[in-house]
């Protein structure tokens, strides 16, 4: 999974300690460029016929600087985790309860998150009113995974699931609003009753660690 940097934890607590002053909405406080290779850095759309490439924040303390208060909440139960189980369980419960899936009961395959950054429109473009497919430059995905899935949060601090489709070095999904993006991984996690589909086969499957 993308390493956390252990300086968000203490900037962070730092920043609830004075009252969530600290970082200002929308202005970045460290150098985004990206540190740790495998992971995404682009993403990409088409609105109108033309090719866009999003805004795309990768860095932890960025994408919190950036959330609103209801984001900021829901971004330190995993990013500010006591410790490594605390992490886990919280992952578990997200996924299942978001996208409705069963998490496998084999604790190697646990679901986790795999990867996470920030979206954005760049300026002066708007969000259709239908929303918009979103193709990740996601290296760790191969074409055929089913066990990839897009968690979105959103303004008010809840979290969508946006149905996924992996390619050989993407990740595909709808969306209609823009903000932090967890990549989790769950590997033969099972799809809910009734589900037929083959973008949520009964088991899922994929090559994620």
């Known amino acids: 999974m993308k390493k956390k940097v252990l300086a968000v934890i203490a900037a962070m607590t730092m920043t609830l300690s004075m ?27 088409t609105i109108g016929g033309v090719a866009v490439t999003l805004d795309f924040t990768w860095d932890e303390v960025n994408m919190y600087a950036q959330a609103t208060e209801a984001q900021r909440a829901e971004l330190l139960k995993y ?17 299942e309860s978001v996208t409705g899936y069963t998490a496998s009961a084999d604790a190697n395959k646990a679901p986790f998150v ?10 002066g473009v708007t969000m259709p009113a239908g929303g918009i497919d979103i193709t990740i430059e996601a290296p760790y995905a191969t074409a055929g995974d089913t066990a990839w899935f897009l968690l979105h949060l959103k303004e008010d601090g809840t979290w969508e699931y946006i149905k996924t489709t992996a390619g ?7 969306f209609t609003s823009l ?4 990549v989790i991984c769950a590997p033969d996690a099972k799809a809910p009753a009734g589900t037929t589909t083959a973008a949520t086969a009964a088991t899922a499957r994929c090559s994620c660690r």
Not at 32 to 42: I, S, V, W
Not at 81 to 95: G, H, P, Q
Not at 114 to 123: E, G, T
Request: proline fraction near 6%.
């Open 19 to 45: 009252g969530m002053t600290a970082f200002a909405a929308n202005s970045p406080v460290v150098d985004d460029t990206p540190d740790q290779e495998g992971y995404a850095t682009t993403a990409t759309t």
């Open 79 to 95: 990013f500010d985790a006591e410790n490594e189980a605390a992490m886990n369980a919280y992952v578990k419960t997200l996924f």
């Open 114 to 123: 795999k990867d996470y950054f920030s979206l954005d429109l760049p300026a």
């Open 168 to 174: 050989n070095g993407t990740l595909t999904g709808r």
């Open 179 to 182: 903000s932090p993006v967890y």
